[in-house]
């Protein structure tokens, strides 16, 4: 689950199982920090978000039923808003470009700025601008932009899955 989408208790869950020995407080404040990158999705003049989940990212559960509940529903909610495009890769599409591991693209305004593949790993980060890495992640993601459902077929897939939690 893409941490700009994660709920606060979903991002306490994600964050303890990873770092099992972490203090509390450097859980809170990793979260905190989760938290506090959102706000530019919901800010003014927030940026164009385009994210394909898998479907397996949706149903293995981080917390207890109330907490997949809640943060279930709130894909549900930030898939409405303007500046966000939330789509689901259902089991049903069988193998996908993705599954080698998440990555993010960031592109920006300036047309001197290249675009850039983020790879979030456990400890660290990694970042790939050349432009023939950055050309197959752009294919794979265009791959799974058009053969995943539309936000509205994703969103009644998170109904659904909503309903059976």
Same mark, same amino acid.
Request: no cysteine; net charge negative.
């Given at each position: 689950?893409?941490?700009?989408?994660?709920?606060?208790?979903?991002?306490?869950?994600?964050?303890?199982?990873?770092?099992?020995?972490?203090?509390?407080?450097?859980?809170?404040?990793?979260?905190?920090?989760?938290?506090?990158?959102?706000?530019?999705?919901?800010?003014?003049?927030?940026?164009?978000?385009? *994210? @394909?989940?898998? $479907?397996?990212?949706?149903?293995?559960? /981080?917390? !207890?039923?109330?907490?997949?509940? =809640? #943060?279930?529903?709130?894909?549900?909610?930030?898939?409405?808003?303007?500046?966000?495009?939330?789509?689901?890769?259902?089991?049903?599409?069988?193998?996908?470009?993705?599954?080698?591991?998440?990555?993010?693209?960031?592109?920006?305004?300036?047309?001197?700025?290249?675009? *850039? @593949?983020?790879? $979030?790993?456990?400890?660290?980060?990694? /970042?790939? !601008?050349?432009?023939?890495?950055? =050309? #197959?992640?752009?294919?794979?993601?265009?791959?799974?932009?058009?053969?995943?459902?539309?936000?509205?077929?994703?969103?009644?897939?998170?109904?659904?899955?909503?309903?059976?939690?």
């Amino acid at each position: 689950m893409h941490g700009l989408l994660q709920t606060e208790e979903y991002a306490r869950a994600v964050v303890r199982r990873g770092m099992k020995s972490a203090s509390d407080a450097d859980v809170e404040r990793r979260v905190a920090l989760r938290l506090e990158r959102q706000r530019y999705l919901v800010a003014e003049n927030a940026p164009e978000f385009h *994210v @394909v989940l898998d $479907e397996a990212a949706l149903r293995r559960p /981080y917390g !207890d039923r109330a907490v997949m509940r =809640a #943060q279930l529903q709130h894909l549900i909610d930030v898939s409405e808003r303007p500046n966000v495009r939330l789509q689901v890769v259902p089991f049903s599409m069988g193998g996908h470009s993705g599954e080698s591991g998440a990555f993010t693209i960031l592109s920006f305004p300036e047309s001197d700025l290249s675009d *850039v @593949v983020y790879l $979030e790993q456990l400890t660290s980060a990694l /970042y790939l !601008d050349k432009p023939e890495d950055v =050309a #197959q992640y752009e294919k794979a993601l265009k791959e799974l932009q058009h053969d995943s459902p539309g936000p509205a077929e994703s969103r009644d897939l998170l109904r659904g899955l909503l309903q059976l939690s």
